[in-house]
Every structure is written in structure tokens, then in C-alpha cells.
């Protein structure tokens, strides 16, 4: 990874930045032919099949914690568990959780107390802005979740990457959604990108893309090729960032 990010001055700056933290931050999502996460109607599609499953479930299963922006949980209600029972057994076997934790970045607290995401199956921890009412924080924690706030309007990423290093996680995956991811590339924190594009086109200028945000105008974050994958119907391409 060296070499390549000499080679580029933007990628200079954004490894400066990086390497105030040591958590390894790795983000996957599956997209359409067309670089879409969903429809315009945000509803969960099978973009990929079971190959890319198994292989997101084996990502989730390396992690200390596995993350998600709230319009995640509001669109999908995920459960960000492991499906494969021997790889929770081989993490009980190493002295870890069975399931990675979970993060929510929440600004304003709206994660539903019934989400799956606080199930009993694993630690949860939601960000949250300075604007999240009391009531919310109140309720989120009387349903289990480890409250991590911050102090600006949207989750400060930055510093709540540090207090998520502080209670252990030095491997984050990220599985979206648009908005988050936007904002990980913004603060410099992603390390790696493995992305799964399938063989279909959802369509529609309102449909979530791979990052979203306000869109990057004048430098770009250089991303470096490292695997090509065939896997089910699509392909999986993962870079160094
Ligand atoms: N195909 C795939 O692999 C995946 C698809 N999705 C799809 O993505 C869509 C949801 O994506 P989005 O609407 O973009 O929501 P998102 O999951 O990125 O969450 C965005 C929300 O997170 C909160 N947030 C707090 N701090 C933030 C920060 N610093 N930066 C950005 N957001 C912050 C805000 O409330 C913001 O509205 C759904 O349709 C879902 O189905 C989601 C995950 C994976
Ligand atoms: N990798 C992948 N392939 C697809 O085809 C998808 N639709 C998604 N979507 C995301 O996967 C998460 C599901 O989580 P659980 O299995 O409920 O734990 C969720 O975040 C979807 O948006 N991913």
C-alpha cells in the first residue's frame, strides 16, 4: 500500500489523516450494475446471493464490530449477526463475543427500541449527535444500547472512531449505507472497499449509491485495485484506500 499512496499527493493527505487512529476500517456493500444500494422506495433488494453472503458473513466474523448509518436500520432493520454457527463457535473458541458488537451512527437518537440491531445477541453501541433528545438516549439505553455521543449536529466520526477504540474495536467494518459511507471517505477513515456489483439495474436518481453525502467537488479519495472476484452473478472488487 506504501508505494501507491506515495505516488499520489490526495492519498498522502488522506493517510496523514488516517493515521491518527489504528482501528482498520473496512467497508462492503453490495451494488447494482448501476452502482445502487437499493430502489428509490430504500427497500432491501438481493443485489448478490449466497457466495457473497457467506463471504460478508466471513468479513462480519474477523470484525470487532459492525456498523451502520440509522437509515440502515430504518430501511432494513438488519441484524448484523453471524449466520454461520461454527464461526461463532470459533470466535467463543478465541475469547471473543460469538457476534461482533453492532454500531449505529444515530445523530438524533431514532433507532426504534425494537430494532434488531438491540437484540440481546451482541453489545450495541449508537452514536449519537449533540442534538439527540434526552428522551431517546433515556430509551435507547433502557432498551440495551451503549450510548457514544458526540458533540456536533451529525455523529463526529473521528471522535467516535477513537471512543470505539478505546472500549476494544480495532477492526470496523462498515456495510453502509450511502450517506455513511460518504462520510467515512470524507473524515479519511476508511482503509479498504470491497464492493459486490451485481448483474441487475435498479435505477432512478433518488435510489441510494455507494456514497451519497454532498459528493466530493475538488479532491477525490484514490482508491488502489488489490482483488477481482468473481462470485454468484457479479463480481466483488476490493481496493486499498
Ligand atoms: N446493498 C447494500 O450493501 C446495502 C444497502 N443499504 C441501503 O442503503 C439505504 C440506506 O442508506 P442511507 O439512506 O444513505 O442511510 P445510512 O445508513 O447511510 O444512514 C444515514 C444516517 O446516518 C446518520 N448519521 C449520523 N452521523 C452521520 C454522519 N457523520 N454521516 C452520515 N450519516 C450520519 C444520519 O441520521 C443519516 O441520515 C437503504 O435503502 C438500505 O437498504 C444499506 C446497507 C448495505
Ligand atoms: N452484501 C449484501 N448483498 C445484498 O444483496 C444486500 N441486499 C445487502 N444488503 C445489506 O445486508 C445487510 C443485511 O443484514 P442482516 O443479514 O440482516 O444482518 C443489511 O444492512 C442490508 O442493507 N448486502
Redesign the pocket.
Known sequence: MGPVRDANPTARILLAERQRRDVHVVV???TSADGK??SRRRE??????PE??D??DRIRADSDAVM?GVG?VL???????L?DAERRERRTENGWSPNPARVVADSRARTPTDA?VLDDEATTYVLTGADAPDERIDALRAAGAEIVPTSSERVDLDAAVEQLEAAGIDRLMV???GELIFSLFSAGLVDELSV?V?STIIGGRDAPTLADGEGFVEEFPALALEDVERLDDGVVLTWSA
Open positions: 462492503n456493500a453490495a444500494l437499493s432491501q433488494i438481493a443485489i448478490s446471493g457473497d453472503f463471504r460478508v451502520v440502515t430501511a432494513d432493520d438488519p441484524s448484523l449477526t449466520d434488531r456495510e453502509g449505507g459486490f451485481g
